[in-house]
Structures are given as C-alpha cells and as structure tokens.
C-alpha cells in the first residue's frame, strides 16, 4: 500500500471518528433527560398580580395562514386590559390587507391589537421584532411565527414562572399540525420531537444553556435589553439572543407539557431552505458567541462542553460530505490490498452514530406516550433523510465560515393540517440552485458504491452504502421534481369550500 493510501486511509477513519463523537452525543442526550426528566419546573410562589403582555407575530407574506393565526391569538385567555397583540407584518403581497382587515374586526370586538407595517425588512425578522419592542406596551413578550396555533392558555400557564426575578424567558414544546400529510412531515415531526423533548428537557433542567426557538416562547423585556436586545447579524437571531442572555446570568424554564401546534414544511425545497437558515445561524452563532463562552472563568465546564456541541453541531454536516466522497473509495482500496478485517472497523464507528439515531428517537416517542413502535418503521427513512441532506447543509456550514452574507430566507407557509394542504403560487417557492444536481450525482455515486459492495460480496459495507444512496437520491430527485413540475403543495387537494384564507 502506497503512502498516499495510507494517508487517505487514516484521513477517513479520523472523519469518522469525530463523527462518532458527534453521533454518540445523544446518548449523552437521552442520559440527562433520564437523569433529570423529573426535576419538573413549578413557579415559585403564585403571582399577586398578573403582569400586561404583548404578543408579538412577525409575518412576510403570509397570505395562507395569517387569519388562523391572529384569529388563534386573539383567543388566548387574559385580562383584556393587560393584553396587548402586535402584528408586525412586512409583507408586499396581498398579506397586508388580509392582515389589516382582520386586525380591524378583532379591534371592534375589544381586543388592544395593533398593526405595524414596515417597508424595509430592515434586520429581517429580528429587526421587525426590535422594532415592535419600541412599541410595546408589556413587560413580557411572546413570539409567535405565522404557523403557529396557540392554546388559549398559553399565557395563564407560562406567565407564572416569571415571579422568580431570574426567570428571563419560557419556552414551550412545539406540535404538528400536519404529521400524517406525507413520509417527509412524519420524519421532520420525529426530528422536532427529539429535539424539544430529549435536548431540550435534557439541557434545562441538567443546568446547561438551550435556547428560545424563535416562536412559542415569552420573555421578560428588561431580559431582552440586558442582553443586547435582538441583533440581526447572524440568521438565528433567536438562538443568538438566548445565548447572551444566559451568558447574563438569566435562566430559562422549558415547559414539555405545553404544545403549540405548528405546520411544518410539506415540500422538500421548503424544508431544504429552513434547514439551511438554521445550520447557517448556528454556526454564525457559534464564531460569535464560543469563544466568550469558552473563556469564560464563571461558567461550569459542562455548560462549556455542552454549548460546544450544541453550537456546532452542523459541523457534521460538512464532514459527511467528506467521508461522502471518501467512502466508497476506502472500501475499494481496503478490498484491492485484501485488507478484508479492515472493513469490519467500519461498523463500530458507524453503529456509534446511526444506532443511536434509533435509539434516541424511539425514546422520544415512548416519552410521547405515541405509537412508538409504528414509528420505528421511519428511523431508516429519517436517517436516510439526514444524510441526504448533508449537501444542502455543508454548504450553509461554509456560508457561516466565510462569512458570506444571505438574507432571511422564510419558510413557505401552506395553512397545512392533517392530509389537507391548500394550493400556493409560485412566488411562495424557494428559488432553483445548483445543490439538486449534486445530490443527484451523490446518489449516482452510491449506486455504483452499492453495485461494486454486492458483486464483490462486502456485506458489511453494504446497509451503509444503501443509507447514503437512498438519502442523497430522495433528497435530490424530490428537489428536482419540484422544481419542474408541481410541488407536493400544488398536487394535494384543498378540502372542499376551502378559500386561500382562512
């Protein structure tokens, strides 16, 4: 074996190694949530007086949903004269007249609800939250994205946390509005609840930072000003700003047991798109805030730990590309030089990340109280999906890295609930890129991979080479598809007497 091989060959099995790392921190996940998942969070004395909230929801072109949601916020249960709601819409399409005509009929009815109009988007979503501050009227704010659905008791069972002067922000879990709509709202569901139940539950109540999810969650407006108030220089500006206030001293309760129901992306662009904010923002989060957070002389070291691999994270993505490409060619060369043993070292590494995968997200469903065994049947799909996104998300990774600037991208909203999903336009899609196309030529890679693995009987190597070739194709040949012809969104029916706005 030459010396360049064995450089390559060393190169891969660090990869994989560091993705191991990165796989098996769930395990370490799913440890804290057992250890700590009955420390429940509970007020500490019961509020004298109630304090005035204003609720914010910032919008941008939300034609489909905005009505459910003004209407659903309308609707929460509080004192009329502490109850203030804000619709920060900078919307330039027909959202702006459907916003005001419903901010005007729940203003006849009693409600403190104003409507705020920007021309700039100026800081995106942040700036439009920050702006909104200037004109609140509440000493707590609650954010609510346009999909979102909230109970009517959002604010009576999260207002009380905040008798504890420390308190500085409460964030509830997230629902599905749209969980059985297709295979990919099912995997994106089982990804949404692992995070919110198992991370969440596991870093807040272990002691360690986690964050405001952008929606679904109430601040203390003086926690929003010791913090900086919202910035705009990363696209995460909710995890940014969650960082720094706890880095303040602030802390966060995170309540399981209240559900918001929200939509999530029925299209495979959509989701891409999403997806592709998030990973960027974190990592820009992470060049921002890490190194303050690592020098820290006040924060206990496995807050330290655990805000590393929270903030980098996506740096995962990037190396599988990396051990993408190298994959196939590893094999190769360890079956050319009939180094056959070597193939087996393969499987610990990759049962470190991909069988704690299952585990994670079966325990995730068993604390769900759902039918967890029926969603075992999605974990190859959902582990699949996650590979076959790797393109999409390294390259928001070296986006973040190089510091190239993008603007805030939204997340096409349908009013999506149950199988149900209304036709959108076409201005409500994501723009066409080259990352399809490479997906495509991953998948066809693998093929070949899968081929050489089968005809040269290396049966180890074979369930692996299937996951990537599965994920890389799906995730390219849907993307494609959409791009081309109708999306899942144009295909699916509207239930019957249904308008574009309900």
């Given at each position: ?14 990869v ?38 204003t ?8 034609m ?33 007249g459907?916003?005001r ?33 200037h ?69 807040n ?14 601040w ?20 940014d700003?969650s ?6 001293g ?23 798109s999403?997806q ?26 496995e ?21 993408s ?29 991909t069988a ?36 999409n ?47 495509l ?6 093929t ?55």
């Amino acid at each position: 074996m030459s010396t360049a091989e064995i450089v390559f060959l060393a190169v891969y099995f660090g990869v994989l190694a560091v993705l191991s790392v990165y796989g098996s921190h769930r395990y370490r996940m799913a440890f804290l949530y057992y250890r700590h998942k009955y420390k429940l969070p509970t007020p500490k004395t019961k509020l004298t007086q109630l304090p005035r909230v204003t609720v914010q929801l910032p919008i941008f072109n939300e034609m489909y949903v905005v009505e459910r949601l003004i209407d659903s916020v309308c609707r929460i249960e509080y004192p009329r004269d502490l109850f203030e709601v804000q619709v920060l819409d900078d919307s330039t399409d027909e959202t702006c007249g459907i916003a005001r005509a419903r901010v005007e009929q729940w203003k006849e009815k009693g409600v403190d609800i104003v409507y705020v109009h920007r021309t700039n988007r100026q800081g995106f979503k942040a700036g439009a939250l920050e702006n909104g501050l200037h004109l609140a009227k509440g000493e707590f704010v609650a954010v609510f994205d346009a999909d979102f659905v909230p109970s009517p008791d959002f604010l009576t069972r999260t207002v009380p946390f905040f008798v504890d002067s420390k308190i500085g922000m409460v964030q509830v879990r997230w629902g599905h509005l749209n969980r059985e709509f297709s295979i990919l709202t099912q995997a994106q569901s089982i990804l949404l609840d692992g995070h919110f139940l198992i991370e969440h539950t596991a870093r807040n109540r272990s002691g360690c930072f986690f964050n405001f999810n952008g929606t679904a969650g109430i601040w203390r407006r003086d926690t929003i000003k010791d913090a900086g108030g919202w910035q705009h220089d990363t696209l995460t500006e909710d995890l940014d700003l969650s960082y720094r206030a706890q880095l303040k001293g602030w802390q966060f309760v995170f309540l399981p047991e209240i559900i918001s129901p929200a939509e999530v992306p029925v299209d495979m662009n959509a989701f891409k798109s999403q997806q592709h904010r998030w990973a960027k923002g974190s990592i820009q989060t992470a060049k921002k805030l890490l190194p303050s957070i690592l020098r820290s002389k006040t924060l206990p070291y496995e807050v330290k730990k655990e805000a590393f691999f929270h903030l980098s994270n996506n740096i995962a993505y990037l190396l599988m590309v990396v051990l993408s490409v190298m994959m196939p060619i590893s094999m190769v060369l360890r079956f050319k030089h009939e180094l056959y043993t070597s193939l087996w070292l393969d499987l610990p590494v990759f049962l470190a990340s991909t069988a704690s995968v299952g585990f994670f997200y079966v325990a995730t469903g068993r604390e769900l109280g759902l039918n967890w065994w029926g969603r075992i049947k999605y974990l190859p799909f959902v582990m699949s999906l996650g590979i076959g996104m790797a393109i999409n998300q390294a390259k928001a990774v070296i986006e973040a890295l190089l510091d190239k600037q993008s603007e805030f991208t939204r997340t096409p909203k349908t009013g999506s609930e149950g199988k149900q999903v209304k036709a959108v336009k076409k201005a409500y899609r994501g723009r066409r890129n080259w990352v399809p196309l490479i997906e495509l030529l991953f998948g066809l890679y693998f093929t070949g991979a899968v081929y050489f693995a089968w005809d040269m009987e290396i049966w180890t190597s074979l369930p692996f080479l299937v996951l990537f070739q599965l994920g890389f194709l799906y995730v390219g040949v849907t993307s494609m598809l959409e791009f081309r012809g109708k999306s899942k969104s144009d295909a699916a029916q509207a239930p019957a007497g249904a308008t574009p706005t309900t």
